[in-house]
């Protein structure tokens, strides 16, 4: 079965520094890795995926994420933080065998402090 | 329609009691998702349509829950019953296909509060 795994509730941040948020996951076959975003009272937005391809992929509002299989990690990152980054962060996984579910984290709380 | 539209986008009701949530999705999206999401908890896989059919619905608690697509479009998440541990938020997804790739992006509506008192 799929599983993630986001070890940090809440990540703090001053602005302008670099922020990473760390995801793991377990699945039977290949990982398709997704990374969420939910501000206050609004739906989840999509950052970025992963498929196949280059390790890193990059996304929206200068999101990037790492992928490592060896770790079986996908770990989210960005180069400088802003206040507006503030919000919860959902990693997720779907395997590659046909199974549609998809499966998310309990999500990591990212606060950036100006 | 322009994104997923979720309707009531809160709705307070007494224990047992039958409550309805609606999704729109995206229009041509052939996927559909429900998902729950409690206080402080990553959403949680309910049950997911491929077109007017649930190819999965091992995510639903009990049979208390329940979800139609009748025409392949608009879903509706049927709760009968209702208890106070169903009080959380009820998201929708759809996607353009629900093929074997499973590289599709899902994208969710505002989803719709439910509290049980």
């Known amino acids: 079965a799929q599983s993630v795994a986001q070890p940090e509730d809440q990540v703090n941040v001053a602005e302008g520094n670099p922020l990473t948020v760390k995801c793991t996951y377990s699945?039977?076959?290949?990982?398709?890795l997704f990374w969420y975003v939910q501000y206050p009272n609004r739906g989840l937005q999509f950052l970025l995926k992963?498929?196949?391809?280059?390790?890193l992929v990059k996304g929206s509002y200068g999101f990037e994420a790492e992928f490592n299989k060896s770790q079986t990690s996908f770990h989210l990152k960005k180069p400088s933080a802003l206040v507006s980054d503030s919000a919860l962060y959902f990693c997720a996984v779907r395997d590659d065998r046909g199974f549609q579910k998809l499966v998310f984290g309990t999500g990591t709380r990212l606060l950036v402090s100006p | 329609g322009a994104g997923v539209s979720q309707t009531p986008s809160n709705k307070v009701t007494e224990k047992g009691k039958y409550v309805e949530l609606r999704c729109d999705p995206i229009?041509?999206?052939?996927?559909l998702y429900w998902y729950r999401q409690s206080l402080g908890q990553g959403p949680e896989f309910l049950i997911y349509?491929?077109?007017?059919?649930?190819?999965?619905d091992s995510g639903l608690p009990n049979d208390r829950f329940f979800a139609v697509r009748p025409e392949g479009s608009v879903s509706t998440l049927k709760i009968q019953r209702t208890e106070r541990g169903d009080s959380a938020v009820y998201l929708c997804a759809s996607s353009p296909q629900g093929q074997v790739s499973g590289a599709n992006v899902l994208t969710f509506g505002a989803g719709s509060r439910l509290t049980v008192l």
């Open positions: 349509f491929q077109g007017t059919g649930a190819a999965d």
């Open positions: 699945v039977s076959g290949n990982p398709y």
């Open positions: 992963y498929i196949t391809g280059d390790n």
């Open positions: 229009s041509g999206h052939t996927a």
